[in-house]
């Protein structure tokens, strides 16, 4: 079963709002992700966790605050959001991280959360 | 660096004809190739990969891709098109000693009736 579940579907969000998203797998994977993406563009690395440890962060703003409490688990923390930040956000895991592994560990994606901020 | 080029934006095709989207990609390792589909307002979903086994790999929903060193391409094919498989392709390069992956632009395919 390779399954990632992402909660909420939808969500809409005003600009003083704090919010979560919720990511969960039970595929025993260490390596979990999110990812940003925007209409009619590819998706783009946000965080990477390994062993629920962070280990990338592509730059982003503060004002995304991502949490791992457990191995099976992954939140993205919301807060003082700008509408420009309106997008699909996608969580997605691998059975370890894909760096160095040569071998092609596949990552596999969740149905992604809609993110308005309004 | 490694890259990917996805030739075409949008490819249309009537249902049961074949369906040919085209990726090239560049690498200086030997690299993983993967195919991503998504249909509307949905997840990105696996449809197969290749990771230097057979060079002609099958995936779900009865597609398949080559992967052809000489010419750096590793295109996904389907012998019957169906009205299902609208959606949009990422092709999709993992990048060595790295936790990106490089995705192409994605190719749209509509399928008529």
């Known amino acids: 079963d390779t399954e990632v579940t992402q909660t909420p579907k939808h969500l809409v969000m005003g600009m003083t709002n704090k919010k979560s998203l919720k990511c969960e797998q039970h595929m025993g994977h260490r390596a979990m992700y999110w990812y940003k993406q925007k209409a009619k563009k590819p998706p783009e690395l946000m965080f990477v966790?390994?062993?629920?440890?962070?280990?990338i962060n592509e730059s982003v703003p503060s004002r995304f605050s991502p949490e791992c409490p457990n191995s099976s688990l992954l939140n993205l923390h919301l807060h003082a959001l700008q509408p420009e930040d309106s997008a699909l956000y996608l969580c997605?895991?691998?059975?370890?991280?894909?760096?160095?592994?040569?071998?092609?560990?596949?990552?596999?994606f969740g149905e992604g959360s809609w993110l308005t901020v309004v | 660096a490694q890259s990917v080029t996805q030739l075409d934006s949008h490819v249309s095709v009537s249902e049961g004809t074949p369906v040919l989207l085209r990726c090239n990609y560049s690498s200086s390792y030997s690299p993983s190739l993967f195919w991503y589909v998504q249909h509307p307002n949905k997840g990105l979903q696996l449809l197969l990969k290749?990771?230097?086994?057979?060079?002609l790999v099958k995936g779900i929903n009865g597609f398949e891709a080559e992967f052809k060193k000489s010419e750096t391409s590793f295109h996904l094919t389907k012998p019957s098109a169906h009205m299902s498989d609208a959606a949009e392709y990422f092709c999709?390069?993992?990048?060595?000693?790295?936790?990106?992956?490089?995705f192409g632009t994605g190719t749209r395919l509509q399928v008529f009736p």
């Open positions: 999709v390069v993992s990048a060595y000693n790295t936790d990106k992956l490089i």
């Open positions: 997605a895991s691998s059975q370890e991280r894909i760096a160095g592994t040569g071998a092609g560990n596949t990552i596999y």
């Open positions: 966790y390994s062993y629920e440890k962070l280990s």
């Open positions: 290749y990771t230097s086994a057979a060079t």
